[in-house]
């Protein structure tokens, strides 16, 4: 129950193409959903986050969609740059992110020029 | 405004010694997370403190680990008689004190154990 399951595990993309990332959780009781961007050999950045009250949002090139029926969000890169090619997390937390993070395994993007 | 530290960056220990890692929250942030990352996988939890207190530590392995964030310094995360088994990326994140917030991490120790 406390699992994030994430798709795809690895994905190419063409430059100013969109990625879409997709994760599922079990546990209804989650109430925020970051995802993280990580280069290699670097920590974890946050990116963007989303609450269950909404169900869009949007900073920039990077959107978060949410569907609490379902238990389901995704991230999707509008026009993706050879400069997004790292690995993204997505994550859920109880407590508006005070607790745990229970991460997705991952999901390596790579865009070509 | 500094991010989160850890140290060392790299740490190489042979089998059976002890490792200590090193996390120095943001300013300001008074909570601290642990997590591992192994290659190739996500990262998972390991335990989180408060200033002098363990909040929730049941990511953390019953033997050889332990962690601690004292009134005053950095927290640590210490591994007793390290194996192969724990090499792997160890990330500290932080975050502030009250409300809904968002965790921060650091750049990770990479242990390595011969």
């Known amino acids: 129950q406390q699992q994030v399951k994430q798709s795809p595990q690895s994905l190419i993309v063409q430059k100013g193409g969109i990625s879409i990332i997709n994760c599922a959780y079990e546990n209804t009781a989650f109430d925020y959903f970051p995802w993280y961007q990580q280069f290699p050999g670097k920590g974890p950045a946050l990116l963007i986050a989303i609450r269950p009250d909404v169900s869009e949002k949007k900073e920039g090139r990077f959107t978060i969609s949410f569907n609490k029926s379902a238990k389901q969000f995704s991230l999707h890169i509008m026009d993706s740059q050879p400069g997004d090619s790292a690995t993204y997390f997505c994550?859920?937390?109880?407590?508006?992110?005070?607790?745990?993070?229970?991460f997705g395994k991952g999901t390596k993007l790579t865009v070509n020029p | 405004n500094a991010g989160v530290m850890q140290n060392p960056r790299h740490l190489v220990r042979r089998r059976g010694q002890e490792a200590r890692l090193r996390c120095s929250p943001m300013?300001?942030?008074?909570?601290v997370y642990w997590y591992r990352q192994l290659p190739e996988e996500g990262l998972k939890f390991m335990v989180y403190?408060?200033?002098?207190?363990?909040?929730?530590e049941s990511g953390m392995p019953k033997e050889r680990f332990s962690a601690e964030f004292p009134k005053e310094g950095p927290s640590i995360l210490r591994i007793q008689q390290v194996v192969r088994g724990d090499s792997a990326a160890y990330f500290c994140a932080s975050s502030r004190t009250q409300g809904p917030d968002t965790q921060y991490f650091g750049p990770g120790t990479r242990l390595t154990v011969l």
């Open positions: 994550a859920a937390s109880l407590q508006g992110g005070s607790e745990k993070l229970v």
């Open positions: 300013k300001g942030h008074s909570h």
């Open positions: 403190l408060q200033k002098e207190n363990i909040i929730d």
